[in-house]
């Protein structure tokens, strides 16, 4: 997959970063920080430059945060109650619970979409509950835009900076995934473990 970006970014420049970019928002498995930091070193020897790289990736971020947005519109809250009605007591769900977390994202909302633009994965993801709550589009975008300016920003500077070793950052921040992955389970098996304990308790 890496050489496979690289070729895209190689041959089309501004236009491969964009559309690469857009697609690892759609479809998270496909690793921005090779495509931000390959980006980055390409300023280096090419036409390309810092300031192009980061803008036509963050107009690609938005543009597939967006796309995730508008289906999580079609997931809103009246629909989750029709799915919880029918299998909530499978999952040990009720609609308070779907009440509770869509105020949650009602106050916090816009705060979550902007830190977790800088997470691997929950970035690309973060746009689906934003959309199931009901968020305004115009502010998502603009939370969006700024955490996804910061993350491509630092990426493409560090690339540009790294060069030819590129890849020695893409490996960083490996380490840095797997740290993220490794919090964000163990944050989801204490939730789960409460939860559990809460409706027990009930």
């Not at 107009?59 to 799915?83: M, N, Q, W």
């Not at 115009?138 to 630092?154: A, E, P, Q, R, V």
């Not at 797997?178 to 009930?202: D, I, P, T």
């Amino acid at each position: 997959m890496q050489n496979w970006i690289t070729d895209v970014i190689e041959q089309f420049g501004y236009i491969g970063v964009f559309f690469m970019i857009a697609l690892e928002n759609i479809f998270p498995p496909i690793p921005s920080e090779v495509i931000l930091t390959f980006g980055g070193m390409m300023t280096s020897y090419s036409k390309l430059t810092v300031w192009g790289v980061i803008l036509a990736s963050t107009a690609g971020s938005v543009f597939g945060a967006a796309v995730l947005f508008k289906i999580g519109t079609y997931l809103d809250v009246p629909r989750l109650e029709r799915i919880v009605d029918r299998w909530g007591h499978i999952l040990r769900l009720k609609k308070e619970d779907i009440h509770k977390a869509d105020s949650w994202f009602d106050r916090f909302g816009y705060w979550a979409v902007f830190l977790c633009r800088l997470v691997p994965l929950i970035r690309s993801l973060i746009s689906i509950p934003a959309g199931m709550s009901g968020m305004r589009f115009s502010l998502f975008l603009l939370f969006t835009t700024l955490g996804t300016l910061i993350w491509n920003t630092i990426l493409v500077y560090v690339g540009a900076a790294f060069g030819r070793n590129w890849e020695q950052v893409v490996h960083f921040m490996d380490i840095y995934s797997n740290v993220m992955y490794a919090l964000l389970a163990a944050a989801f098996a204490v939730f789960v473990f409460y939860f559990v304990k809460k409706k027990r308790g009930q």
